[in-house]
């Protein structure tokens, strides 16, 4: 079945740090383009980055300079290194591919003390 | 980030139409198209049609989409209550080199 699954959600304290990860079955994410998205509780969704085929990343000014993302082709995963984090980077993330044709059920995220 | 703008709300009756709307600029839905998404309470996000008004498979004929300079638009026929959901608009904004969301309309089936 043609999927992403994430992983790696958690409570974490402000200041912290976090890896998501997002594993795809049958199909390549190398050859396609990957986006994160999250959801803040209660509220709408929020484009965070994407890594293109050719390894060129975007982020929202939101998390810029504070989130990484990147893939590892010989596990056909993606991550977002967290980092830095924030009582606002509160909210489910979603892994999304391409023009958001497919998504994950989602890893809920929570920094908080 | 600048987001899209889309009404919070709209009502309609059973079995009417619905037009949802989303307004960018020439930078986003203007140029790029927009996508639109469905999410039910509880459930990660669907896509209905992408930024080209093409369904992907499996979704309803019921459903359409269009754009007219900055504003898309997507159509719901003969209204169902599985029809009721939250709806999103998304765009690849190329001065932003960022996509950008639509704050979203609820939909409500009487």
């Known amino acids: 079945e043609v999927q992403v699954v994430e992983s790696g959600g958690g409570l974490v304290q402000p200041g912290g740090s976090l890896r998501l990860s997002c594993v795809a079955s049958?199909?390549?994410?190398?050859?396609?383009?990957m986006n994160w998205v999250r959801q803040a509780p209660g509220k709408g969704l929020e484009w965070v980055s994407v890594?293109?085929?050719?390894?060129?990343?975007y982020y929202a000014d939101s998390v810029k300079g504070r989130f990484t993302i990147s893939r590892d082709n010989s596990k056909n995963t993606l991550y977002l290194e967290m980092n830095s984090l924030r009582a606002e980077d509160t909210a489910v993330y979603y892994c999304a591919r391409g023009d958001f044709d497919m998504w994950g059920q989602g890893t809920m995220v929570t920094v908080s003390s | 980030q600048a987001g899209l703008t889309q009404p919070p709300s709209v009502s309609k009756d059973l079995g009417q139409t619905a037009t949802l709307t989303c307004t960018g600029n020439s930078y986003n839905v203007g140029n790029q198209g927009a996508a639109w998404l469905q999410q039910h309470q509880g459930h990660p996000p669907k896509l209905l049609s992408n930024?080209?008004?093409n369904r992907p498979s499996g979704i309803s004929e019921r459903l359409s989409a269009s754009r007219s300079g900055n504003t898309a638009s997507l159509t719901i026929t003969g209204l169902q209550p599985e029809d009721e959901a939250d709806y999103y608009c998304?765009?690849?904004?190329?001065?932003?080199?960022?996509?950008?969301f639509g704050g979203g309309t609820k939909l409500t089936v009487l």
């Open positions: 930024r080209n008004n």
């Open positions: 049958e199909f390549t994410v190398s050859n396609s383009y």
């Open positions: 998304s765009a690849w904004d190329t001065s932003l080199s960022a996509w950008v």
């Open positions: 890594i293109f085929s050719d390894g060129r990343t």
